[in-house]
Structures are given as structure tokens and as C-alpha cells.
């Protein structure tokens, strides 16, 4: 069901006294920088998209180099790094979709880089998520002393700052059980982590034209504010495939207001407002929409509070829906053709894809591995819709 096609806020005000707008964010932000429109330069986002088996990406991702660049130094340039830098196989105790394992499991890559543009104090990723990243088998992790560099800011985040702390202190110890000849490291993959870098230049081959070649960066240092400035020292990278992690950026809503500047709907603490910045009755936001890219699950129910409190605060004010009846939206959809699922849909679909993970793993595993798989999702929208349904008229 889309928002703007098969329903618009009209038949939302027609049916309910209030509307929610919980669409999150999910495309890449921009990097303008040159060579970032190459074959092989690619947003970190819509690649999560792809392995999570979001239905609206494509099912192929091409995954053909061997050197990797990933920038941005949040939980999502770990994801990124961690999901090229893993072997498919120990991937299949998640539930990692069919062409997705397929797809990584061709993948050639040996080297992933991770690229921030401040230092080790002014990461933005999170202790738990860092720690995964060494639970990767066969896959060694890579420190580079130079890029160890604290200022008085970072001594004072890392004394005030737990999270900060527990950061450092895990990475200062892994550069320090580092062997200093990195030929002593074993694995047929690495994942190096390199600091105080930021990007200018995606560049291509002559031999190879249109195709990512190598990234260039200039190597930054930090400046006493918490910030990073240029040295005027630039280095270069030979990879064949760049993926910005930098960011996610909302998307405008048909007929809602929008902040093209921080890909937000304007809000007050959830109240949706309108161009001339009045509360638009009956209509509120919550989530990445409402306050941007940020937070974890936790941060997200605190906002989400916010946002319901002012909704029972206006509760007596609301616009009254003219069609209330419970089935009403349900007869709008049928009248229109759209193929629509219910709750008791998605329970049969997540019923379906524990079958799946159950069989495969009671018939030994999958793709030759051992191991236990606890669903097999299903990707493509047809099928979920289909599976739910389906699922749905066998239980009456
Ligand atoms: N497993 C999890 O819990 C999980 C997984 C995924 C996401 N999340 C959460 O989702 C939110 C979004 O994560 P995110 O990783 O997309 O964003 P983020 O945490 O805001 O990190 C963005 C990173 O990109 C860097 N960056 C921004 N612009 C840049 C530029 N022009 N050049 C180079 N680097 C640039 C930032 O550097 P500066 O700091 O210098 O600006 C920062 O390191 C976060 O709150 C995150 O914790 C959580």
C-alpha cells in the first residue's frame, strides 16, 4: 500500500481523526564530491537495502572488486564493512535472503577500508557494533598508528564520555596487539580502519573509463573544537568500489510539507506544520521523518512518545473522520484493485519463512553449510503480498 497512489491524506481524513507519518529515512545523503556518479560508487544505504531483502531495490548487486573503500565513520559504514568483509557462509546463520548469499558469495573482495574524516574520539559508531566487527572469521582488522591522534578535546570526551572511552579503549588495544609487520596476519581478508581522512576524489582508469579506479583523500588533523581541518597532504587508494556511508536523508511526502534542507517534515515536537508554520490539524510525525537520521531504537520510542503525548493532549481539538468504520479503508483498497496485506497477513508470511529456515535446516542446512537456519526470507513484493494472503484464506 503507497501513500500518495493508492491513498491520499483526503481518504486518511475521511477514515481516521489522525494521521502518524512514521516513514523514516531511507535513501543515501548527498557527497558531492567528484567521480561519485562512477560505475562501482555506491550508497551505503541502498546496499542495506539490498541485503536486507528490501523488496523495492534490485536482486542483483555487483560485487566485483577486490578493494573496497567504505566513508563514513557511523553503525552504518560498520554494517557496510562488515557485510563486504564477512565470508557468505558465516552469513547463513542469519536470515540472510537467497540472492544475497548467492551474491556475496562471489564476491572476490580482500580488502575493505573504512575512511573517517575526524579521529578515533570522534567516531560516531557505537561500542557493541565495533566489537562485531572482530567476530568476523578469517578476517583480520587493520589499525594504522599515524591515524592515532588525541587533542585536549578528545581527552576531555573520552573522560566525560563513557561510550567515548569504551571506544577508544578498544581500539588503542587492538593496534597495540597488532603485529608491526603486517605480513604476520593470516587472513585471506582484512578490514582496515583508518582515521583522520577526508575524501576529495573518486577517480577512474583511462584503461577502464566511467569505472572506479581509486579514491583520494586528504589527510585531515584535528583542530581543538572536536572538528578536523586539512593538512594539504592527500593520499591515494586503488580500489574498484566506493560506498558513502555518511548518512541517510528523508524523502518528501506527497501533500505534507517538506524541509528539502534536513529532509524532515516540519514539526513541533510532532506536530506536523504547515507552510506558514501552523499546526496542520489531526496530523503529526514521528521517527527519522520528524527529527532526522539519528538515534537508536531506544532514542526512537522516546520521540515516539512525544509525539503521541501532544496527540492525546489535542485529543478534544481533533478533525472528526466522516467514515469511521473500521472496514471502511479495507473496502477502499478492494474497490481500487490494491493488493494489500493485514496483520494477520504478515503472520502468515512470518510463519511461511519459519517453515522455510526449519526445513532447510532439518534437511541439513543450506547451500552445503551446516548450519541452523532460523527463516528464509522471501524478497520480492509479489510474493510476500501473495504468501500473506494465500495464508491468510487457508486459516478460514
Ligand atoms: N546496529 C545499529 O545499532 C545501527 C545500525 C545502523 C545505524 N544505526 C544508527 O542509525 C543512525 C544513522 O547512522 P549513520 O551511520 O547513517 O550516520 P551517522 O552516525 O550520522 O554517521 C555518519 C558518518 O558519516 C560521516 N560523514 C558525514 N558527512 C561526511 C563527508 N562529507 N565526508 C566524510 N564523512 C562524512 C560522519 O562524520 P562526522 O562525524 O565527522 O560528521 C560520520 O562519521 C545512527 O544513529 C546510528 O547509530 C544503528
Given amino acids: 500500500m503507497d501513500y500518495g497512489t493508492d491513498l491520499t491524506i483526503e481518504d486518511l481524513r475521511t477514515h481516521y481523526d489522525a494521521v502518524i507519518f512514521a516513514t523514516g529515512a531511507i535513501k543515501d545523503a548527498d557527497l558531492n564530491i567528484p567521480g561519485i556518479e562512477l560505475d562501482g560508487s555506491y550508497g551505503g544505504a541502498d546496499f542495506v537495502s539490498w541485503y536486507d531483502g528490501h523488496p523495492d531495490v534490485p536482486r542483483e548487486w555487483p560485487l566485483d ?8 565513520n557511523g553503525n552504518v559504514a560498520l554494517d557496510v564493512a562488515r557485510v ?41 559508531f557505537t561500542p557493541l557494533e565495533l566489537r562485531e566487527l572482530s567476530h568476523s572469521k578469517d578476517v583480520d582488522i587493520i589499525l594504522y598508528p599515524e591515524d592515532f591522534e588525541f587533542d585536549e578535546e578528545s581527552d576531555r570526551q573520552i573522560q566525560t564520555n563513557n561510550q567515548t572511552k569504551t571506544m577508544v579503549g578498544t581500539l588503542t588495544n587492538w593496534i597495540a596487539e597488532q603485529p608491526e609487520d603486517l605480513s604476520e596476519l593470516k587472513a585471506s581478508r582484512r578490514l582496515h580502519l583508518h582515521f583522520l581522512h577526508s575524501p576529495v576524489e573518486i577517480y577512474d582508469d583511462p584503461e577502464t573509463p566511467g569505472k572506479v579506479a581509486g ?6 588533523e584535528l583542530d581543538g573544537t572536536g572538528n578536523a581541518r586539512g593538512t594539504g597532504e592527500f593520499v591515494d587508494y586503488p ?22 534542507k534536513k529532509g524532515v517534515i516540519p514539526n513541533d515536537g510532532g506536530r506536523v506544520l504547515d507552510a506558514s508554520g501552523s ?37 478534544e481539538n481533533l478533525p472528526v473522520a466522516s467514515v469511521p468504520a473500521e472496514d471502511a479503508v479495507v473496502d477502499l483498497l478492494d474497490a481500487r484493485g490494491v493488493k494489500f496485506t493485514s496483520w494477520e497477513g504478515w503472520l502468515a508470511l512470518d510463519a511461511h519463512e519459519l517453515a522455510l529456515g526449519a526445513a532447510a535446516t532439518e ?24 504468501i500473506s494472503r494465500d495464508g491468510v484464506a487457508a486459516q478460514v
Fill in 215 to 220: 579514491i583520494k583523500f586528504e589527510r585531515t
Fill in 239 to 260: 580500489v574498484q568500489a566506493v560506498y558513502r556511508a555518511i548518512g541517510y536523508f528523508g524523502s518528501a511526502l506527497p501533500e505534507i510539507e517538506f524541509d528539502h
Fill in 279 to 315: 499546526h496542520v490539524p489531526g496530523v503529526y510525525a514521528t521517527g527519522w521523518i520528524k527529527r532526522g537520521p539519528v538515534g537508536l531504537i531506544g532514542h526512537t520510542k522516546g520521540d515516539a512518545l512525544e509525539t503521541v503525548t501532544y496527540l492525546l493532549e489535542d485529543r
Fill in 65 to 72: 572488486a577486490k578493494e573496497i573503500a567504505v566513508i563514513g
Fill in 363 to 386: 534437511a541439513g542446512g543450506s547451500h552445503g553449510v551446516e548450519v541452523k537456519r532460523e527463516r528464509i526470507k522471501v524478497v520480492p513484493r509479489e510474493d510476500m503480498v501473495d
Fill in 84 to 124: 563486504l568483509s564477512k565470508h557468505a557462509d558465516d552469513l547463513l546463520s542469519t536470515e540472510i535472503p537467497d540472492n544475497v548469499y548467492a551474491g556475496l558469495k562471489s564476491s572476490p573482495v580482500t580488502d575493505v577500508h573504512v575512511f573517517g574524516r575526524r579521529g578515533p574520539a570522534q567516531v560516531k
